[in-house]
């Protein structure tokens, strides 16, 4: 199983990315798909989740209305759009698979792939 986390990199505050989640090795519809960052000195936090069939979504407050989460199930991969980004956001963002309902349990979440790094600069 490989998750592979791309799209990260460097903007200024206000700017955009879009992080991709590619999944291999897996029936990809089967899992829930969170995304996590850790930024230094930090515990890794839940950033996004969403079901199996893209019906359902979740976010931590500090994202909402600014991080929107989708999935393309065909493709076996999960995207991250971040808009309105700011330094607080900076952090090395990765992607998990989970097969339970839950979303935000990091411990509930089975395979893991190595994050992509944002930086996001005042």
């Not at 839940?46 to 199996?52: G, P």
């Not at 989970?98 to 792939?113: C, D, E, S, V």
Request: overall charge positive; proline content about 3%.
């Amino acid at each position: 199983v490989q998750l592979q986390a791309s799209g990260g990199g460097s903007v200024q505050a206000g700017g955009s990315l879009r992080l991709s989640c590619a999944a291999s090795g897996l029936h990809f519809s089967a899992y829930n798909i969170g995304w996590f960052r850790q930024a230094p000195g930090k515990e890794r936090e839940f950033v996004s989740a969403i079901s199996r069939s893209g019906g359902t979504t979740d976010y931590v407050d500090s994202v909402k209305g600014r991080f929107t989460i989708s999935r393309d199930n065909d493709k076996k991969t999960v995207y991250l759009q971040m808009n309105s980004l700011n330094p607080e956001d900076t952090a090395v963002y990765s992607c998990a698979a989970n097969p339970t309902p839950a979303m935000r349990a990091r411990t509930l979440y089975k395979y893991w792939g190595h994050g992509t790094q944002v930086t996001v600069s005042s």
